[in-house]
C-alpha cells in the first residue's frame, strides 16, 4: 500500500475485460461509433484482473475496486449472445475476486435485452458467485429502461437488496448527428461521450426512471449515478419544481408520487468517477449528503492517483471522507 494511505479506499466504477465480452464487441465495438477504439495498452489494462492492477491499486493507495464491464458492455447485444456472455464474464470477474478476495469485489453483466434472463443471471451472480449488484450500460438496443419491459430487472435487483449502477453509453446515432457532430468524428464522439453527452443522457434517463413509476412499484430499489451524478445534484431542484407546481405553466401532472428530489435521495447513490475537483463534490454533499456518495476511479480511464489524491485533499470533514472513501460502500454493498 502507499504509505500515505490513512484511510480504507473502495472504488466502486472500475471496469475490465474477459475474452468473452471482449469477443462479443468486436473490432467494432461499439455498433455504429468507428473511432470508439480502446489503445493497445489500454485494453490491456482492462483485461488484467489481477497482478497488474493490483500493482497500480497499491502504487496508489487503493484498498479495493469492485470490477465491472467496459462500456457499451451487452446493451447493444441480442440475448441470443449475450446471455452465455453475461455468465461467462460473472463466473470471470467471480474467479478473479477468489483469489484476491481483499482486493476485488464485483457488479455482474446483465444481457438485458431479456429482462427475464437478466433477473435469472442477476440472482445467479449475487447467490451463487457473491456478486454485489450489476452494472448496466444506459440503454438497451435503443430503448431506456423506463419501459415495463425491463422491470423484471429492477424487481430481482430490490428483491435481493442490491443496487444497479446505471452506467452511460454513447447517444443514439440521430441525437449524435444531430447535437454533436460538426468537429470530426473524434472531436464529436469524446464530445457526446466523456466530454459532455453521456453524462447528460444518463442523469435524463434517471428522470425517465422517476417519471414512469419505477421508483414507486420499487421503492426500495437503490441505482448508483457516476460522474458525480450525472448533472443531476445540479439540476434536480430545478427538476423537481418544473415537474411539480412551480412551473409558470400550471402544474404538471406526472404519475410521480414523490418529488424527483426526494427520489434522489431515497433511491439514488452517486459515486466520484473521473470528477476529481472540488466545486461538484460540494454541490454533491449539499444535495445529496456525505451518507450516499462513493468513491470511485473510473479505472482505466480514470487514474488511480488523481483520484486518490482528490480523496485526500478534498475539502470535507474526516467523517465524511471516511465515509466516501469506504464506509458507504461496505453499507450499500455488504463488503
Known sequence: MCESATVRTVTVEEHCLTPELRAVLG???HPYYPVHRWPPALEARLAD??????????????DVQVLSTAQPGLEHITP???IPVARAFNEGIA???????DRFAG?????????????VELAHAVGQLGLRGAMVNGRTLERFLDEEFFWPIFESAEALGVPLYLHPMPPPKAV?????????????????AGAFGWHVETGLHALRLMLAGVFDRFPALQIILGHMGEVLPFMIARASGVLGRASALGPIATRMQLSPTEYFNRNCYISTSGFFTNPPLLCALDVIGPDRILFAIDHPFGDNA???RFLDEAA???????????QNADRLLGL
Open 316 to 326: 470535507i470533514s474526516e467523517q465524511d471522507r471516511a465515509k466516501v472513501a469506504h
Open 27 to 29: 473490432a467494432q465495438i
Open 107 to 119: 457488479f455482474a453483466a446483465l444481457p438485458t435485452a431479456d429482462p427475464d434472463a437478466s433477473a
Open 80 to 82: 441470443d449472445r449475450a
Open 95 to 101: 474467479e478473479a475476486i477468489a483469489a484476491h478476495p
Open 49 to 62: 484482473i489481477g497482478e497488474g492492477r493490483i500493482a497500480e491499486m497499491d502504487a496508489a493507495g487503493i
Open 306 to 308: 488523481t483520484g486518490r
Open 176 to 192: 449524435y448527428d444531430a447535437y454533436y457532430s460538426g468537429f470530426g468524428d473524434e472531436v464529436g464522439f469524446a464530445l457526446g
